[in-house]
């Protein structure tokens, strides 16, 4: 599950990141000083799950969720055990108290795997989507997909049959591919590891298509290939 913390307390979001580094499943996208940051977040990333405070500044946690139209898993942080009750109304995955244990960590990230995938989340893999090109829907395979880029209110994606306008964000587009075949690799960009030919100087080499690296996506880029 990709995965952000949202926390304003710095001790609290190092021990957070410390454990979900932990656990090989957890991809983490970010990390979260407010609510009002990670709003922005989830408009750009595809997140699973949220690791959350509740009593924030400006927004607490629980505003950030009521302004959720699509909730992600939410796993609440409390440091006072009277928010269950919270945990419970508003259907969270769970909650954790300060000062955070592993073994109750670990339980409570079991919990919001498996709503996870009971809703649907690990989708059966795809290898084709379909897009409408002048008024005639047409069927793309993945395979012949080589990036996707953002072009001002839509994407625009490249195949070796030509490109394709959609309107879309690439937040939505993103959701929809394999994650084992395409990654970020940029805000405006998505590649397919497929076509990827090497990585030089900070930047993806396509055949002939060089897309920059965003150094917020070059950790994940690199994990996903397996460099070594």
């Given at each position: 599950?990709?995965?952000?913390?949202?926390?304003?307390?710095?001790?609290?979001?190092?021990?957070?990141?410390?454990?979900?580094?932990?656990?090989?499943?957890?991809?983490?996208?970010?990390?979260?000083?407010?609510?009002?940051?990670?709003?922005?977040?989830?408009?750009?990333?595809?997140?699973?799950?949220?690791?959350?405070?509740?009593?924030?500044?400006?927004?607490?946690?629980?505003?950030?969720?009521?302004?959720?139209?699509?909730?992600?898993?939410?796993?609440?942080?409390?440091?006072?055990?009277?928010?269950?009750?919270?945990?419970f109304e508003l259907d969270v995955a769970d909650y954790i108290l300060k000062?955070?244990?592993?073994?109750?960590?670990?339980?409570?990230?079991?919990?919001?795997?498996?709503?996870?995938?009971?809703?649907?989340?690990?989708?059966?893999?795809?290898?084709?989507?379909?897009?409408?090109?002048?008024?005639?829907?047409?069927?793309?395979?993945?395979?012949?997909?080589?990036?996707?880029?953002?072009?001002?209110?839509?994407?625009?994606?490249?195949?070796?049959?030509?490109k394709f306008h959609a309107l879309s964000t690439m937040h939505g587009i993103?959701?929809?591919?394999?994650?084992?075949?395409?990654?970020?690799?940029?805000?405006?960009?998505?590649?397919?590891?497929?076509?990827?030919?090497?990585?030089?100087?900070?930047?993806?080499?396509?055949?002939?298509?060089?897309?920059?690296?965003?150094?917020?996506?070059?950790?994940?880029?690199?994990?996903?290939?397996?460099?070594?």
């Open positions: 599950m990709n995965c952000i913390i949202v926390d304003d307390d710095l001790a609290s979001r190092n021990i957070l990141k410390e454990l979900v580094q932990f656990v090989p499943s957890l991809e983490l996208l970010a990390v979260c000083e407010s609510a009002i940051e990670a709003v922005q977040v989830l408009k750009d990333e595809p997140v699973d799950l949220i690791f959350l405070d509740i009593n924030m500044p400006e927004m607490s946690g629980l505003e950030l969720i009521e302004s959720l139209r699509e909730k992600p898993q939410i796993i609440l942080i409390t440091g006072n055990e009277k928010h269950a009750a919270d945990a000062p955070f244990e592993k073994s109750r960590f670990l339980q409570a990230v079991n919990k919001a795997q498996s709503r996870f995938e009971q809703s649907g989340g690990m989708k059966e893999a795809i290898d084709y989507i379909f897009v409408k090109k002048e008024g005639v829907i047409k069927k793309v395979m993945l395979d012949s997909v080589i990036n996707i880029e953002a072009m001002a209110d839509y994407i625009t994606i490249h195949t070796d049959q030509g993103e959701a929809r591919l394999p994650k084992s075949s395409f990654v970020r690799v940029h805000r405006s960009h998505i590649i397919n590891l497929h076509q990827l030919d090497s990585i030089e100087e900070g930047t993806a080499v396509l055949g002939d298509k060089m897309i920059p690296i965003g150094n917020t996506y070059r950790q994940r880029l690199y994990r996903t290939i397996n460099l070594i």
